[in-house]
C-alpha cells in the first residue's frame, strides 16, 4: 500500500510562484513512478508532468511547459512541483499520483496508468 500527501497549494496572485510536495509513504519510493494531474470545476482530471522512477524522464503537459518543473528527492521520498509564472487557468485541484516499477524511462501521462493517489491539494491563481 503506498499513501501520498500533497502539500504546498493555496492562493496566489497571476504570474506568483507556488511549490507542491508529494510525501510518500514505503520503503521502495525509488521504484515510484510519479505523476502530477490537476482537476477544475467541471472540467475531467488532466495530466500536468510526470517522471520516471529513475528520475532520468520527464513529460510535461504542453500548457505548462516552460513554467513548471517536476522532481524528486528519493532521501525525502517526496516529489515537487515547482510552478512559476502561474496563470488563472491553471487554478484546479492538483494530485499526484504513483505506480510502482515499470520501464526505467516510463512516464505515465494517463490517469488509469496510476492505482495509488493523494487527497489533492487547492491552488488558485487570481487576476
Known amino acids: 500500500q503506498v499513501q501520498l500527501v500533497e502539500s504546498g497549494g493555496g492562493l496566489v496572485q497571476a504570474g506568483g510562484s507556488l511549490r507542491l510536495s508529494c510525501a510518500a509513504s514505503?520503503?521502495?519510493?525509488?521504484?515510484?513512478?510519479m505523476g502530477w494531474f490537476r482537476q477544475a470545476p467541471g472540467k475531467e482530471r488532466e495530466f500536468v508532468a510526470g517522471?520516471?522512477?529513475?528520475?532520468?524522464?520527464?513529460d510535461y503537459a504542453d500548457s505548462v511547459k516552460g513554467r513548471f518543473t517536476i522532481s524528486r528527492d528519493n532521501a525525502k521520498n517526496t516529489v515537487y512541483l515547482q510552478m512559476n509564472s502561474l496563470k488563472p487557468e491553471d487554478t484546479a485541484v492538483y494530485s499526484c499520483?504513483?505506480?510502482?516499477?515499470?520501464?526505467?524511462?516510463?512516464?505515465?501521462?494517463?490517469?488509469?496508468?496510476?492505482?495509488?493517489w493523494g487527497q489533492g491539494t487547492q491552488v488558485t491563481v487570481s487576476s
Open positions: 514505503g520503503r521502495t519510493f525509488s521504484s515510484y513512478a
Open positions: 499520483a504513483a505506480k510502482i516499477g515499470g520501464l526505467r524511462i516510463w512516464v505515465g501521462v494517463n490517469p488509469r496508468d496510476y492505482p495509488y
Open positions: 517522471i520516471s522512477w529513475s528520475g532520468g524522464s520527464t
